[in-house]
């Protein structure tokens, strides 16, 4: 006959090696350390993230930088050629004003002045008209009355043509010399005439709205002599 084990601890020892033995136990066993690694696990993944956090708003504050200085820098070259352009205006419209005021002063000088040229061909005819409108006076005879007025009428009638479209004769005689609108042919004396003044209108000048056509050609008076003490 078998003696049976009757130690209270033998008892525990079975038990114990049952759980050991058991599968479950064992899976739930498993279970609780794989939990326990994958606890582990995350907390440097969780440091990680809290790091990441942290350093985010930095990260996002440089990415708005980046556009609103770009914004900026495209704001200053946008008021730069808005500048420029400003400047070219203006420039080009101070050019506009000063090509309309010299073309509006050329279109006036031309009205005035356009006459110039004809009026240098004409003056001979005056010329020749006055000569023989002074020379017909000699001529007292009945015969040439009829011609001497012709002459004068139509001397008297081109005369007041020409003053209608400004034209002025210069006729400078007793006056002082003008360089600006004489020509001297000679000097004379004269006693009687202030030294410098014209003593004789040799040819008649004429202006166009105040501008010279031909100078008068005059002959001045020159200071006489003194004599000389005895």
């Given at each position: 006959m078998n003696?049976?084990?009757?130690?209270?601890?033998?008892?525990?020892?079975?038990?114990?090696?049952?759980?050991m033995t058991d599968p479950e136990d064992v899976g739930s066993?498993?279970?609780?350390m794989s939990n326990e690694?994958?606890?582990?696990?995350q907390e440097p993944q969780r440091d990680l993230e809290s790091d990441s956090l942290e350093e985010s708003p930095v990260a996002l504050d440089s990415s708005i930088d980046s556009p609103v200085d770009s914004?900026?820098?495209?704001?200053?070259?946008?008021?730069?050629?808005?500048?420029?352009?400003?400047?070219?205006?203006?420039?080009?419209?101070?050019?506009?004003?000063?090509?309309?005021k010299?073309?509006?002063?050329?279109?006036?000088?031309?009205?005035?002045?356009?006459?110039?040229?004809?009026?240098?061909?004409?003056?001979?005819?005056?010329?020749?008209?006055?000569?023989?409108?002074?020379?017909?006076?000699?001529?007292q005879s009945a015969s040439s009355d009829n011609a001497?007025?012709?002459?004068?009428?139509?001397?008297?009638?081109?005369l007041d043509v020409l003053?209608?479209?400004?034209?002025?004769?210069i006729n400078p005689l007793g006056e002082p010399f003008d360089p600006s609108e004489h020509q001297a042919m000679s000097m004379v004396e004269n006693p009687d005439m202030e030294p410098n003044s014209i003593a004789a209108v040799v040819q008649k000048g004429w202006k166009l709205n105040e501008r010279l056509v031909r100078a008068a050609m005059v002959m001045v008076v020159k200071e006489s002599e003194s004599t000389s003490p005895e």
């Open positions: 003696a049976v084990n009757t130690s209270p601890y033998s008892h525990h020892i079975n038990n114990l090696a049952k759980k066993k498993k279970t609780d690694d994958v606890e582990i696990d914004a900026v820098e495209e704001l200053e070259k946008i008021k730069f050629e808005l500048d420029k352009q400003k400047d070219l205006t203006l420039r080009a419209e101070a050019e506009l004003q000063n090509v309309l010299r073309t509006a002063r050329e279109v006036e000088n031309a009205h005035k002045y356009g006459l110039e040229r004809f009026i240098e061909n004409l003056l001979p005819v005056v010329d020749s008209l006055e000569k023989a409108a002074e020379l017909s006076t000699s001529d001497i007025e012709g002459i004068n009428l139509c001397c008297k009638l081109l003053e209608k479209e400004g034209i002025k004769a």
